[in-house]
Each structure stands twice: as structure tokens, then as C-alpha cells.
């Protein structure tokens, strides 16, 4: 499985969230490869698909899909159980990673 954390220089969230997801891979016993991609400006974003920063995707499908119209730079919001936050929480991420390893 190949992990993308796409984000934009400037984020404030990825790195919590990077971290989040590295403690849940390592709880879950998976060693899947994490690529950073950064998204450069809104023409990228646009191609990319990007649903703000951070998202992240295994092989290609986000975790947490959202239906758009319009893509663009700009940071991305997660409810979580203590409320809306700008990375997904371990907990999140451990249910996530279940579907894609097959759990």
C-alpha cells in the first residue's frame, strides 16, 4: 500500500497530522511507505484533486472523500471527537487503515 500525504508549504497541520498517522501504522503493525506531495498552487490542486492540507490518500482514493465542484489551496478541517481539527486523530486513522489492509 502507498500512503500520499498531500499538503502546501505553509500548513500548520501536517505535521501533527504525519504524526498521527506514523503512531497508527505503528499500532496497527503496517510499514506502508508515506510520500509527501506538495500541492504547489491552485492549477495543481485543480489536477490533483486536492481536498485541502493535510489529505491523505492510499493508493490514489482519499480517506476521507468529500464530493466538490471546485478544488483549491487551502487548509482542510476534520471533525473529530473533541471537534473540528486540522488533522485526523490516531484513532481515525487506525479505523481508516483497517478497510485498505484487508481487516
Known sequence: MQIDLLYFDGCPSWQTGIANLNTALKLEGLAWPIEMVEVIDDEDAERRRFLGSPSFQINGDDL????????????RMYSTPEGL??????????????????R
Not at 65 to 73: F, G, I, L, V
Open 85 to 102: 481539527r486540522g488533522w485526523p486523530t490516531v484513532e481515525m486513522f487506525r479505523e481508516r487503515l483497517h478497510a485498505p489492509a484487508g
Open 64 to 75: 476521507w472523500p468529500q464530493e466538490r465542484e471546485e478544488y483549491a489551496m487551502s487548509c
